[in-house]
């Protein structure tokens, strides 16, 4: 429970029982909440190189928070990794019970309920869609559900996509969900930690999936008429993608995924591209440092965008074009699950120009980056007593 909903139940348990103790624990507790509050907002403000700002907490309380979506009346939903989805009020407040009508997600490794993005309609139709890990015939895989939001129940519950084959491993789930401009839907997903799926055009593994919104194939897929080919792949030979965005300005769809020790990639992914994992990559083993693949660079295969060495450990992006932080328009944001941070990229025609590292160790490990509709950029936090923060103004 977060210390606004403790706040407003001895509030309302005072209203209900008129009692001295009671109302003076209420008043107490409405104090200690504008309180908190207030040092939220009135907290030390950060320098970054060119824009002054303030972090504030808006929800505690949130169990390995994964995802987080913007309702159109302000409020939000926060996907928890162990298979919840919850609302949060547009004061913060975390609504205790979650929603229903997911389908069965499976907890596994680093999978469970992973990404949450509304339809880009949503206002209309009332669609939500979720990826999580599924069990099923050979193991578990990313699956890509939806549902129409009423209330705090999900109606008419579908799945659209399911990788093939599963399997057994624990990690590399992928799993970022975004529609471009034409209404398609992206889907990203791991190698599932089996290396050459991801050079296999008839496993899923590894791949970005590009599918209409019901979940049918678009007939201008890249391998749409290859036999020998999952017709739902758009691009492959990806490691492991955990944050992508679409450009507000260009359109263009931009992804960021682990490498192994070293080698965490930004890509553009085109139609029919092989991004080279694991044939090529700036990573290393982990622990040994011995070569991956072939080396760095192989005809055929993309070279990224940009890389890290060391690996940041990437997760969640976001691009910003708001008005509240006007020194940091067009700028790529992205979060560090490994140096605990938040990346600032400076992008110029499609290059990666500058970087700067704000918040090193101070809110713990960013699992996802979103740029909100009010201007702000919103963060979660993975950890068992995970945070939902945003970025405001430091005047």
Known sequence: MSRHEAAQNRCNQAR?????????????ATLLL???????????????EIQ???????????????????????????????????????DGTLIERPIDGLPPIQRHGQGGLLDVVLHPKFADNGWVYLSFAEAGPGGVGTAVARGRLEGRTLHDTEVLFRLQPKSNAGVHFGSRLVFDRDGHLFITLGDRGERMRAQDLADHAGSVIRLNDDGSIP?????????????EIYSFGHRNIQGATLHPKSGRLWTHEHGPQGGDEINLPQP??????????????????????EGTEKPGMAQPLYYWVPSIAPSGMAFYFGDRFPAWHGNLFVGSLKFRLLVRLVIENDRVVHEERLLEDELGRIRDVRSGPDGLIYLLTDEDDGRLVRLIPAS
Not at 38 to 47: F, K, N, Y
Not at 219 to 231: E, K, L, M
Not at 272 to 293: A, D
């Open 16 to 28: 209900r029982y008129p009692d001295v103790n009671i109302t003076i624990r209420c008043l107490f």
């Open 34 to 48: 504008h309180s908190v509050i207030g040092r939220s907002l009135a907290a030390e403000p950060h320098d970054s």
């Open 52 to 90: 002054r700002f303030r972090v504030q907490t808006l929800t505690e309380g949130l169990e390995h928070p994964w995802s987080v979506a913007f309702l159109p009346d302000g409020r939000f939903l926060v996907t928890e990794r162990p298979g919840r989805l919850r609302m949060v009020e547009a």
């Open 219 to 231: 007939a201008d897929n890249p391998f749409v008429d290859r036999g020998d080919a999952r017709p």
């Open 272 to 293: 029919g591209v092989n991004y080279g994992w694991p044939v090529i990559t700036y990573g290393v083993n982990y622990g040994i440092g011995t070569k991956i693949g």
